[in-house]
């Protein structure tokens, strides 16, 4: 039996992500309603960001995320974030660079759309694509991080400023979903813990380094 078929899989995740993320929501109320005010007052509503992807059992949902780019931004360019786009407000950009976006993720927890740590919900035109052994990462809740979410945590840099799409497609997809695969094939309370905590590191590294480098920087031209 694989490890996606397991109990710990089908059962505990559900509910434990559940108990965890109702009083980490109430602790974030006061700093989502800070989030919300800066981005109505640079560039209005909505708040959220809320598009389709590839859910548990091949069943699409609704992500939610804090909004980082201009109104219909998905109109102007493509699904994949490109470095230094153009789309992203200035609220937007600290919050990616902060992965307080993606905090907005807890409301998905609490419905049960997704997990603390799953893989990460892929855009519905390439979930809809997995073959082989890519279909056990849909026998797995997504969620806000997983072995990919490390790996990848600065894709833009990766896909660099040019055809994102091309070089996400080309050059990250099939790296992202063997990660993912072998989260699925892997899922365990150990392997859970391990990554939450990895990410906790590296997102406080993230943060560090968006209000430290710019003091480093001038450091360095005086």
Do not use: W
Request: glycine share 8%.
């Amino acid at each position: 039996m694989k490890a996606f078929d397991g109990f710990y899989n089908r059962r505990v995740k559900r509910a434990l992500g559940f108990v965890l993320a109702i009083p980490f929501l109430i602790v974030a109320l006061p700093l989502y309603l800070i989030i919300a005010v800066a981005i109505v007052t640079e560039d209005g509503f909505p708040i959220f960001y809320r598009p389709l992807r590839g859910g548990y059992q091949g069943r699409a949902f609704r992500i939610f995320k804090f909004r980082t780019m201009v109104k219909n931004a998905d109109q102007i360019g493509g699904g994949t974030t490109a470095f230094h786009d153009p789309r992203i407000t200035k609220v937007g950009n600290f919050l990616r660079k902060t992965k307080l976006d993606e905090t907005a993720n807890l409301i998905n927890i609490i419905m049960g759309t997704m997990s603390f740590v799953g893989p990460r919900p892929e855009l519905l035109q390439y979930a809809e694509k997995y073959e082989g052994e890519e279909k056990e990462i849909l026998e797995v809740r997504p969620g806000v991080t997983d072995f990919s979410s490390l790996e990848f945590i600065n894709l833009d840099e990766i896909v660099g400023e040019e055809n994102a799409d091309e070089m996400y497609e080309n050059f990250v997809l099939k790296k992202k979903n063997a990660l993912r695969i072998k989260y699925a094939e892997s899922v365990s309370f150990k392997t859970d813990f391990l990554i939450f905590c990895r990410t906790i590191k590296k997102v406080l590294q993230k943060i560090v380094g968006v209000f430290f480098d710019p003091f480093f920087r001038i450091r360095r031209k005086i």
